[in-house]
């Protein structure tokens, strides 16, 4: 199995930064995608920014010149810089990575457990 552990949520006011964080740790012979995802009050669970294996980004509209996604592959980790928070971007943020275990031939996507960010006005 694989877990992923995400850290760095918090509370800021707006116009503040957060880093967030998300390790992987289990089988992991290989991790292909791996994103972030954020889900607000009420709303439904929504794709904020993804890399890939080589480092290749995209983002969402709504983040983009604002957020800034990287990895570390050594580290099986996924990092979120988020820049000129605003209120709308409070949500449980969430990270997901597309993952090949050692012993298997399927890639499988796993999930953090969620991490808060609140955004004050």
């Known amino acids: 199995q694989v877990q992923l552990v995400e850290s760095g949520g918090g509370l800021v006011q707006a116009g503040g930064s957060l880093r967030l964080s998300c390790a992987a740790s289990g089988r992991i012979f290989s991790i292909n995608a791996m994103n972030w995802y954020r889900q607000g009050p009420g709303k439904e669970r929504d794709l904020v920014a993804g890399i890939s294996s080589f480092g290749s980004t995209n983002y969402a509209d709504s983040v983009k010149d604002r957020f800034t996604i990287s990895r570390d592959n050594a580290k099986n980790t996924v990092y979120l810089q988020m820049n000129s928070l605003k209120p709308e971007d409070t949500a449980v943020y969430y990270c997901?990575?597309?993952?090949?275990?050692?012993?298997?031939?399927?890639?499988?996507?796993?999930w953090g457990q969620g991490t808060q960010v609140t955004v004050s006005s």
């Open positions: 997901n990575a597309q993952v090949l275990e050692y012993g298997s031939s399927r890639w499988s996507r796993y």
